[in-house]
């Protein structure tokens, strides 16, 4: 609202994998929208990053070069952001940039949004805080709304160099998404579920859903859209944890497709190393043991700590300060059951147990006893 009345201002918005990002930058379109705004959007993929100006072609295409007052920009400039595939003068390109955006914002605000901006070539973030930067000397109402995510490792510099500029040079907000608290999330599962009435059951059901989702917006609520559907399975889901059972026992209903293919999707991005760590930490209880993995992938425990730390970076599994653990138990439960045949988990687990038998401490003991509850095995302590 504040560009509207008179930016430029930029908005920066991180978070994880399903904290949020798109939906908000939704809403922010359509706040700009009933303002009166000529919006542009651009989502980059993957393989835009290697094309240099893919999401500046992307946002030109997508109504900047057709909206009103466009044609009062300089041909010149224009002719250099319709050749945007082959110049190579970012100093040209965000001066052009900066005009035709001056001329819409004279007729109507602009609104600019590029999700998933970490996969956005370099050049066009360049050129787009450049010229942001210059739009400053006039009152031009301009909002540009970038999301990313949080701590990407691949992220380009001109990310980072726009991250740090916002709040400076440019005004306007970076707005990090956590996950939600237990006492968030437990009023979104009880505003969603108008089927759990009894107060034991409401309070059993907001710390299930907060155990397998570790907060995770979408997880919730593609979780709560499974049981509205399984209403079949929501006494089995309140029986929890089960009789003889641990705080972990898995749910008893199928997780959503829709959290299955976006969890699946996530893991499709990692390298053949990294997807074999995490199906070793998958095949058994949220904490994990490094020595264990290792053992499981044949890598190196230094090799397993790396692929770790990746992991770590790319929010599948967290660090509490002394050691690794799976971030969202359904994460764990998706990676076991659509990432590795049946068979070839099982025969994991069993490999675990043995392993895990020549152990003698209380913890090893424990996970031992969890495993044989996994797979339903009779093997000897």
């Given at each position: 609202e504040a560009g509207l009345r008179g930016g430029?201002?930029?908005?920066?918005?991180?978070g994880d994998p399903g904290a949020g990002r798109t939906r908000l930058l939704v809403e922010c379109g359509e706040r700009?929208?009933?303002?009166?705004?000529?919006?542009?959007?651009a989502r980059p993929l993957e393989s835009d990053r290697d094309s240099p100006w893919s999401t500046l072609r992307a946002l030109?295409?997508?109504?900047?070069?057709?909206?009103?007052?466009?044609?009062?920009?300089?041909p010149g400039l224009l002719a250099a952001l319709g050749d945007a595939a082959t110049r190579g003068d970012a100093a040209e390109m965000a001066t052009a940039l900066a005009a035709l955006l001056r001329a819409i914002a004279d007729e109507q605000p602009v609104g600019i949004?590029?999700?998933?901006?970490?996969f956005a070539d370099?050049?066009?973030?360049g050129a787009l805080e450049v010229a942001l930067g210059e739009l400053r000397r006039?009152?031009?109402?301009?909002v540009l709304v970038v999301t990313a995510l949080h701590g990407w490792d691949g992220m380009p510099r001109e990310l980072v160099r726009l991250s740090a500029a916002v709040g400076r040079s440019l005004p306007g907000s970076a707005l990090r998404l956590e996950p939600f608290t237990e006492e968030e999330a437990r009023l979104l599962v009880l505003g969603s579920s108008p089927w759990c009435q009894a107060e034991a059951d409401r309070d059993r059901l907001a710390r299930r859903v907060f155990f397998e989702t570790a907060g995770n917006p979408f997880l919730i609520v593609t979780l709560l859209r499974g049981l509205e559907q399984a209403s079949a399975l929501r006494d089995e889901v309140l029986t929890w944890p089960p009789p003889r059972g641990t705080i972990e026992a898995p749910l008893p209903i199928a997780v959503p497709s829709l959290a299955r293919r976006a969890i699946m999707g996530r893991v499709a991005e990692l390298d053949r190393d990294t997807i074999r760590v995490l199906q070793g930490v998958s095949i058994g209880v949220s904490r994990i043991d490094v020595e264990l993995v290792a053992a499981l992938t044949g890598a190196s425990r230094d090799a397993v700590l790396e692929r770790l730390a990746l992991l770590e970076r790319r929010h599948f599994v967290?660090?509490?300060g002394e050691r690794y653990t799976i971030a969202a138990p359904l994460v764990a439960e998706v990676v076991s059951t659509e990432g590795l045949p049946p068979g070839e988990c099982r025969s994991l687990?069993?490999?675990?147990?043995?392993?895990?038998?020549t152990r003698q401490d209380p913890e090893s003991r424990l996970f031992r006893a969890q495993l044989l509850a996994l797979t339903g095995s009779h093997r000897a302590p």
């Open positions: 430029p201002r930029t908005l920066l918005v991180t700009l929208a009933l303002g009166g705004a000529v919006l542009a959007s030109l295409r997508g109504g900047l070069l057709r909206a009103p007052g466009s044609a009062a920009v300089d949004s590029v999700d998933d901006g970490h370099g050049p066009s973030l006039s009152p031009s109402p301009v967290t660090f509490d687990r069993i490999r675990a147990l043995d392993l895990l038998a």
